[in-house]
């Protein structure tokens, strides 16, 4: 399918049937927790590793951490900022290391630390915030526009510093292009974190078991494992978020690493909240095409076959159950299908269900900037594909629900 055939009409998706979340091969379905924790949740999260988001990597086998600078009356005294270097290594001498950016309110202490926000960003460090002393990071990926003085301080709005630690939440970033280049092709895998855990002289090979995706997640993990030793933060109370190809990050950072108690994709369409089915905007044919790194080779076999798939992105957003998911949309942005978003979200209620928690019980899409706040959440914000402080106003919400009880 071409650009010029994407739809945008509802009249236009194709019948399809969504494959069951809770089936068991015998024409059972899981009845308990115990079930879905044993058998059904390991058979999803096993599709996804060999047939999408590729191998999760093992952690390495050396792992620092370089306070590289620390101002304590940043965010006009409201906060601490750390810049910090993540190291990672091999015993052989392989090194890789990329650096987070954290901001933590003033009233933490060691007796009483704040939950914390995580999510990559686009543009490097530098962008997110409105200091200008900001080291500038992004250079994983040599035509990072972004490298420039002007640069600074042009996503402020997507990170909203100010309001999250006036909130009582500490908030970290780190530049995605410096875990992985985001090259659309498969030189990316030899600039890439993955160089110091497998050897990348065959990319084929390296294809057939890992993702740029799977390499971006991965490293959210080893940001909170930073996270862990910062004492004014609470890591256990971590929320993971991501816009667009880094909502499809957040979620399968959720999937695979259970430490993250809140999951949260915006806009993430494609490969992340949306019904591959529904082949409505973007599809698994564009996206596997013009991004190729983002999946295994496996999942070429999908390209305008999405019959063929025994899975959904229900199943991707059920493995975050029983943790608490949102899923946020926008109304201009059709490419990433919103509909389809909030019907995955609908049916990976199922899981959340066997756990006595609560999933979206209604039928109907919400308003335009309503809110649907519970076990698993969703907000269909007025505007085009971003994330605004009117996501965040929600996301702060489901902070105070789940972090602050």
Known sequence: MSKKEVIYDEALVPSYQLPSLLGKGDGSSVASTGEWLSTRRPEILAIYRERVFGKWPHRPQIQWYETLSVREDALDGEAIRKEIRIHLGSAEGKTHSFDMLLYIPKTATPEHPVPVFIGLNFRGNHATTDERDVAMTGFGYEKNQYLN????????????????????????????HDICPDYNDLSCFRHSVLSILESTEDLSLVHRNYTAIGLWAWGLSRGLDCLESEVLVDSSRCA???????????????????????????????????????????????????????????????????????????????????????????????????????????????????????????DDMPAADEWLTGDVSYHLRTGKHDQTPEDWAHYWVLGDRIFQK
């Open 240 to 362: 993971v978020h991501g816009l667009s190809r880094l909502g499809k990050t957040s979620l399968w950072a959720g999937a695979n690493d259970e430490r993250f108690k809140l999951v949260i994709s915006t806009d993430s369409g494609c490969g992340g909240a949306a019904l591959f089915k529904r082949c409505f905007g973007e599809t698994a044919e564009i996206i596997s095409t013009a991004f190729p790194h983002w999946f295994v080779e496996a999942f070429a076999q999908y390209r305008g076959r999405e019959d063929l798939m025994d899975f959904d992105q229900h199943f991707l957003l059920s493995l975050i159950a029983p943790r608490a998911l949102c899923v946020a949309s926008a109304t201009e942005d059709l490419w990433a299908d919103p509909r389809g978003e909030f019907l995955a979200a609908k049916h990976a209620g199922d899981a959340y269900r066997l756990f006595g928690l609560s999933g979206i019980e209604r």
């Open 149 to 176: 003085d002007e640069a600074r301080g042009n996503s402020v709005p997507r990170w909203c510093f100010r309001e999250t630690i006036r909130r009582g939440y500490a908030s970290a970033t780190i530049c995605y």
